[in-house]
């Protein structure tokens, strides 16, 4: 008779694990045996770390990166034996739960003696049906509930209360609205030998009666309070197609600190590898773009005209400061120094030395564009970080100022319309009386610079083409300067460039269904039929509704993920000739 297959995996997130002491409890009846720790796929331990520190996106990738060597390694045919130990949050233990497909293999979870350290007890996750569970249900049911929004689903073998305001909180505190808590509960309870079959069975009712009970919910959120064996016979017992699909989610919490912090979420969101390649041909790519983008600097730092610095009338103010600013970057600019290589820097000017970094992570996504392109991008790149100075912003507080998502959003504004007017205007000067007649598709073409540059970081630091995970704030910035883009299109005479920049313009899809992530940014999921845009400039604001077969901005939330720049700039060409008298006031 064929012997089975065993796979050992190991949870090492918070210490390491003897796996010799571990494989104590395993059969020694075995054809082969896969032993894996979580560290062998990327996770990197960091002691003395508490939960909030802990590297959740390295932990996600670990396990996802697991679940694909399980997989690989499953037999087609045979007995299959899964053993699970380790130290490590309730939450991998429950997610690692969730993903394993049993496929009728016989599971055991191993758990570690408190008096006697090293010692692994095994304890078969096989549903019993015989007899009263150890938990306690409640929150289940007889009518099902008409509430929307997130499904608590609290497990604890520790207390019989349900902490139901800090589960509201950390359910709140990502925009999600609580549809309900259900709970499966016990004061003092210890898994053991005696009762483990009937609590496996008892989770698998319970979370089919919570689906029953919660009918209209958006997602599910989970809460634990017990051992591993709790957490990890939980994951394996729910059944993921029940909380998930139509973009709902299950989201795993950790209690840390006095509350629940949302860890991460099912089905898992991999981020995506952003390494930079170092192969001769990716460097030999990033140095032909760095030798086009600095030329475009070059040019600019030779040519500009300080009569030429645009300065945007909503940023610059009074005439004696606009002009100020004008001069100061203008002085900056010739003053800089170009770097004679790559650097280390993505992007960067030094506010003291005036030196000019560009670095790989910059060339790098900008490589797949072409040299008038990059040429356009130097330029704007350069006079964009110039202005910063005059806002406030430089190299060595960037990063903090940019957790300030409002402040930051006003500033970039600003400083890309400087840029993008004295790189506009400056091309058109050079090319005389054929710049003036092509200053519309001069404008046009500095624009599409600026957002290629925007496309191309978001795909490399998304691993695709789309952007799979997109903040709103990300959002209402393409959507600016894709109306900006439509704009220029009616653009006919200088004049207009400086008419068309010179007022603050903001543009926002609402309401939209998402979330917050990790940092408290609203993650924008998907668009709602009663989705308006709504757009403010020079102080006056006006709210375009959808328009069935001509506008539909719900739609726009798809496009601008998917790039789809014709129903983008369709929808956006539509925004512009219903509001020419405040969008193209030279028009009218």
């Known amino acids: 008779m064929p012997q089975p297959t065993q796979f050992l995996i190991i949870l090492d997130v918070d210490k390491a694990v003897d796996s ?35 590297d ?29 130990a380790g130290f490590a949050p309730l939450s991998v233990f429950f997610a690692l739960g969730v993903l394993l497909d049993p496929r009728g293999a016989r599971v055991v979870a191993l758990q570690a003696d408190r008096d006697h350290a090293g010692v692994w007890h095994p304890l078969p996750l096989a549903a019993d049906d015989r007899g009263d569970g150890p938990l306690g249900p ?17 497990l604890s073998t520790i207390g019989a209360e349900v902490p139901k305001a800090q589960v509201r909180d950390a359910v709140q505190a990502h925009g999600d609205d609580l549809a309900g808590v259900a709970s499966l509960t016990g004061a003092g309870v210890q898994i053991d030998d005696a009762n483990v079959g009937r609590l496996v069975y008892q989770l698998r009712q319970f979370f089919v009666r919570a689906a029953i009970s919660y009918p209209h919910r958006t997602g599910a959120t989970v809460f634990l309070a017990g051992p591993a064996t709790l957490a990890f016979a939980a994951g394996l017992a729910l059944n993921p197609n029940q909380f998930t699909g139509n973009g709902h989610s299950i989201e795993l919490t950790e209690y840390v600190g006095g509350s629940y912090l949302r860890a991460f979420r099912l089905p898992l969101e991999v981020a995506p590898d952003t390494s930079i390649p170092n ?10 773009a760095f030798v086009h983008f600095k030329h475009g600097v070059a040019v600019l730092r030779e040519q500009l005209d300080l009569g030429t610095v645009f ?44 030196t000019l970094t560009i670095g790989p992570g910059l060339l790098h996504p900008l490589a797949q564009l072409g040299e008038e392109v990059l040429v356009r991008l130097g330029q704007l790149f350069a006079l964009h970080e110039i202005v910063h100075a005059d806002q406030g912003i430089e190299s060595h507080n960037y990063r903090g100022i940019g957790r300030s998502g409002v402040v930051l959003e006003d500033v970039d504004f600003w400083a890309d319309a400087f840029a993008i007017g004295t790189a506009a205007l400056h091309a058109v000067a ?18 599409d610079a600026h957002i290629a540059a925007m496309r191309a970081f978001d795909q490399m630091e998304q691993g695709g083409q789309t952007l799979r995970v997109m903040p709103e704030r990300r959002l209402r910035r393409y959507l600016i300067w894709y109306l900006q883009r439509a704009r220029a299109q009616a653009v006919s005479q200088p004049q207009h460039i400086r008419a068309l920049l010179d007022d603050r313009l903001v543009v926002e899809l609402a309401p939209l269904r998402g979330r917050l992530d990790e940092r408290y940014d609203k993650i924008v999921e998907s668009g709602l039929q009663s989705t308006t845009l709504a757009f403010s400039i020079g102080g006056r604001a006006r709210r375009v509704a959808p328009l069935p077969d001509n506008f539909m901005p719900s739609q726009l939330v798809e496009a601008v993920r998917a790039f789809d720049e014709q129903a983008i700039n369709r929808a956006v060409l539509f925004v512009v000739n219903e509001n020419r008298d405040l969008l193209a006031p030279w028009l009218v």
């Open 20 to 54: 010799d002491a571990v494989s104590i409890g395993l059969s020694d009846q075995r054809s082969i045996r896969h032993t894996w720790a979580l560290t062998d796929f990327g996770h990197e331990r960091r002691p003395g770390g508490g939960r909030d520190q802990l």
């Open 56 to 84: 959740w996106p390295r932990v996600t990738a670990a396990l996802a990166k697991l679940d694909e060597q399980v997989r690989a390694c499953w037999p087609a045919a045979g007995d299959v034996e899964v053993y699970v």
């Open 138 to 154: 409640r929150g289940l049911l007889e009518e099902a509930a008409e509430s929307t929004g997130h499904v608590g689903l609290f």
């Open 279 to 288: 192969d001769p041909e990716s460097q030999l790519r990033r140095l032909g």
């Open 311 to 354: 300065m945007p009338a909503g940023f610059g103010g009074p005439q004696e400061r606009s002009q100020g600013i004008a001069r100061r970057a203008h002085a900056a600019l010739v003053a800089l120094c170009l770097p004679d290589a790559p650097g280390a820097e993505a992007f960067a000017v030094d506010g003291l030395t005036r």
């Open 430 to 447: 050079q090319n005389g009386q054929a710049g003036r007649s092509r200053c519309g598709t001069i404008l046009v073409q500095f624009i």
